[in-house]
């Protein structure tokens, strides 16, 4: 990808689970997002965490980040089998206006 | 939130044959961004698209083969140019809102070249 790497590349568990996924990236942020994407449609913004922030929630979601480490982890807790996507995170590079996709997580909750 | 509208959704189109997407938001945005993702793979970005202007292109994408208009704020078409099989991905607009930091994406083109 053009920014960074995400793992697992493919995840599945049973519905009621958590599910985690991690994202790595290469350079400086001002912020990072994680979308979701159902079957190649477009993609849904999930919930956006800026570079001074280190965690954030949002309903069944919580992602972290640490800048130290330039990665950043998304947890949806109580897993449903709606939730079965692709799970991308996006950086808005530091001084470059644009947005850069991670290579992606592949769910799938069973129900 | 912007709703971006992409047209055509899907395409079966010809080697050596040209397609134009067109990309619609229907409020005002910062930035419009092009970005195609082939199958099974992530979203890679194309290009920038400048109002009035020539877009600014990612490493590996050249002008000539995906030439990119933005007239007004709100509209971006992108083309692809003598299209072959390895073409065949979906290709995806997105843009930037007011407040700056969201982007929005259209549900994106699906382009098969046979």
């Known amino acids: 990808s053009q920014q960074g790497e995400e793992d697992p590349q493919a995840l599945s568990i049973q519905e009621g689970e958590n599910a985690t996924m991690n994202c790595s990236y290469k350079?400086?942020?001002?912020?990072l997002q994680w979308y979701r994407q159902n079957s190649g449609r477009g993609l849904v913004h999930l919930i956006l965490i800026r570079s001074n922030e280190r965690e954030k929630h949002s309903g069944r979601l919580r992602v972290t980040l640490d800048t130290s480490k330039k990665s950043s982890s998304l947890l949806i807790t109580a897993s449903r089998a709606a939730d079965t996507a692709s799970y991308f995170c996006a950086t808005d590079r530091y001084n470059f206006n644009k947005f850069y996709f991670g290579s992606g997580t592949k769910l799938n909750v069973k129900p | 939130s912007a709703v971006i509208s992409q047209k055509p959704s899907r395409d079966i189109c010809q080697r050596g044959t040209s397609l134009t997407i067109q990309c619609q938001v229907d409020?005002?945005?910062?930035?419009m961004f092009w970005y195609r993702q082939q199958p099974g793979q992530s979203l890679t970005l194309i290009a920038t698209?400048?109002?009035?202007?020539?877009?600014?292109?990612e490493s590996g994408f050249v002008i000539d083969k995906f030439p990119i208009s933005r007239p007004n704020l709100t509209f971006s078409t992108l083309t692809v140019s003598n299209m072959s099989p390895e073409d065949s991905s979906i290709y995806l607009c997105?843009?930037?809102?007011?407040?700056?930091?969201?982007?929005?994406f259209g549900e994106g083109s699906w382009l098969t070249v046979v």
């Open positions: 997105s843009a930037r809102g007011t407040s700056g930091n969201t982007i929005y």
């Open positions: 698209a400048n109002q009035g202007s020539e877009a600014t292109y």
């Open positions: 350079t400086s942020i001002n912020n």
């Open positions: 409020s005002q945005v910062t930035m």
